[in-house]
Structure formats: C-alpha cells, structure tokens
C-alpha cells in the first residue's frame, strides 16, 4: 500500500500562487494514476485533477481548467499541483490519491490510497 503526504498549503490572497505536493513511499508510484481532489466545508470532495502514470494524459475539473497545472516526477515519488489565479471558492482541504487499478480512470471511487490533506485557504 502506498502512503501519501501533502504540503504546501496555506494562507494566499485572490489572484496568488500556491504549489501542492504530495510525496509518496512504498508501492509502485510510477505505475499509478493519481489525482488531486478536495472538500471544502460542508460539501461532499470533488475532483480536481487526474494524471496517468507517466505524465502524457491530464483531465481538470471545469473549475480549475486553465487555472491548475498536475505534474509528477517519478523519480521523486512526487506530484504537484500548481494553483495560480487562486479564488476563494478554491478554499478546501486538498488530497492526493492513488489509483492502483492499473488503469486510467479517475472517479473518486477509483483511489484507493489518500493522503491527510492540505489546508488551502484564499481570502478575498
């Protein structure tokens, strides 16, 4: 089973930058899917992004289209989340996930590993 620490949240005004990652040890990260999702008070978690094992595919969600950039480096066990133009519905607590399935799909009911999460907060 693979284990997974997120860091880099944090306190950002509107319109700044923050960069997520998530840091990965046992298992066979450069062979998994992972993904970025997040909850904020009182909602149900949501998808935010989705990459495949090597890099060459990336699905966003609507909502940060444009906005956030996945990226991973197996050789660091690492993913990242870039989030620029930050906005206040962005606030919620950030996971990264595991798909260990063996392939390309990224519904929530997909991960079967999840980090704590991170604390992004964006003030207006």
């Known amino acids: 089973q693979v284990q997974l620490v997120e860091s880099g949240g944090g306190l950002v005004q509107a319109g700044g930058s923050l960069r997520l990652s998530c840091a990965a040890s046992g298992g066979t990260f450069s062979s998994y899917t992972m993904g970025w999702f997040r909850q904020a008070p009182g909602k149900e978690r949501e998808f935010v992004a989705a990459?495949?094992?090597?890099?060459?595919?990336?699905n966003y969600a609507a909502s940060v289209k444009g906005r956030f950039t996945m990226s991973r480096d197996n050789a660091k066990n690492t993913l990242y989340l870039q989030m620029n133009s930050l906005k206040t519905e962005d606030t919620a607590v950030y996971y990264c996930?595991?798909?260990?399935?063996?392939?390309?799909?990224?519904?929530?009911?997909?991960?079967?590993?999840w980090g704590q999460g991170t604390q992004v907060t964006v003030s207006s």
């Open positions: 996930a595991a798909n260990l399935r063996g392939y390309y799909a990224y519904r929530l009911s997909d991960f079967g590993s």
């Open positions: 990459q495949n094992w090597n890099g060459a595919i990336t």
